[in-house]
């Protein structure tokens, strides 16, 4: 970074600091007036035009203005001084650009971030779950995972999420959060493990942002998780909120949940327990013991989908639907395109889900393994429809993940995770038949006539194109200048 980038960083950063500690008993009035602020700081159009539909939904008094005025007035200075700065400024204001710079070295696109497994040890035994029976050992080591941070902020991203396994088993990881403290963590955790003591810790430093395990209420939850685990979410749950930390749900819906926890009245009662955002991932059968009747029918998913846009119009919470998104996101983000996942083994997955790999990070750094032939292909093919309500290659559109993993000679790296390509094969196909034919009905009646509706397959090759094109002429200048 120049000396001039680093000034306007550092005048950026303390701009927003002044603001945001000045806006605990501000108005709705004035929340709106600063979008228009950070409007004009953002200098890229896609993050100015979501500025503007929030402050569209502000102004129309939603409930987002509610959640907005809870994480502003609710949560401990720490916290909403970190969110800000790492998640505004240094992941989009200054991050967006250099990543942007970055795309144009590369020839590929480079995520806004990504997702590490460090350890894949837990201290619960959960039906279904991909993380197996591991040792401390098949841990990742402490330095490879600094390493990987450190990486990752000089590319501009400042926002990762970890995921395992139970991140919270390990003290070392802990204190790594606490060191790379102009990094915000989004954690998966099955919450057992945060009591009053750790609600305090994560409250000072600011910067972890616990996502918390759900499958619906304590018979639900304690039936997978088992018996007194519901307990422990609670008074989890109630420590962070009581002290200021932002904390949300993670729900797998599967086939017996997927009505229940997409309801109102337990969306209710999660976000009375403290829940500022939420994610919803539909059961895919990967990991241990996969199993294709959890899978959601497709009219369960569809339910879902339904469901949840309305939750987002009536209740304060910020929720994401993983694979409902489609429409939101321009379909698959898997693959090094907004992200991907290193597993525990260094192993360098396309997505969490997805477990088959042909780089590791012990060997590469992180510009070599988003920018290999395997990601590149996957990035080429994306979406792999354009009716982006059918965003998945390893649900909707199977026959990608086939072709690419073959071509490539992807590797399993979890062991069975070849069955969702050759047992399971054709219950996967089935299911994506079944689903396409009411999701193709829904595309053309809903989304006909809306900007989700275009020929997104033609327009990211061409977008691929440029930046090839860009990374070719990089080259040549460096080669001359060699010369």
Known sequence: ??????????????????????????????????TYLAEKLTPIPYYRDQIAGLRRMFEEKRPQIVLA?????????????????????????????????????LGCQVPFFFVVSPTMRCNLNCYGCYAGEYRKESDMPVELLDRIFTEAKEMGMHFLTISGGEPFIRKEHLDLFEK????????????TLIDRAMAKKLAQMGNVYPAISVEGYEEETD??????????????????????????????ATRHNTELVSSDEFMDFLIDKGCSFGWYFTYVPVGKKPDVSLMPTPEQRLHLRKQVHKLRYEKPIFIGDFWNDGPYVGGCIAGGRRYFHINNSGDVEPCVFCHFTVDNIKDKSLKEVISSPFFRAIQER???DNNLMRPCMLIDVPEVLREVVEKYGARPSHEGAESLITTLKDD????????????????????????????????????????????MKEKEKKEKVRV
Do not use: C
């Open 382 to 384: 994306q979406p792999y």
């Open 428 to 471: 996967v196909d089935a299911y994506a038949q079944a689903f396409k034919k009411l999701a193709d009905e829904i595309w053309e009646t809903e989304y006909k006539g809306t900007i989700y509706y275009k020929d997104y397959k033609t327009e990211r090759q061409e977008y691929l194109r440029k930046l090839q094109e860009e990374a």
């Open 223 to 252: 039936a997978r998780r088992g018996k007194g685990t519901f307990k422990k979410i609670m008074q989890a749950m109630e420590a962070l909120r009581d002290e200021g930390v932002i904390f949300g749900f993670s729900i797998t």
């Open 69 to 105: 005025r809870r994480v502003l007035q609710e949560t401990h200075p720490n916290v909403r001084e970190k969110l800000m700065v790492n998640l505004i400024v240094k992941s989009i204001l200054l991050g967006v650009p250099k990543r942007q710079k970055l795309e144009k070295e």
């Open 1 to 34: 970074m120049s000396y001039f980038d680093s000034i306007k960083a550092f005048t950026t950063e303390q701009v927003v600091k002044l603001i945001v500690n000045s806006l605990r008993n501000v108005s709705d009035e004035t929340i709106i007036k600063l």
């Open 180 to 191: 790379h403290n102009d990094i915000s963590f989004q954690i998966y955790t099955n919450g």
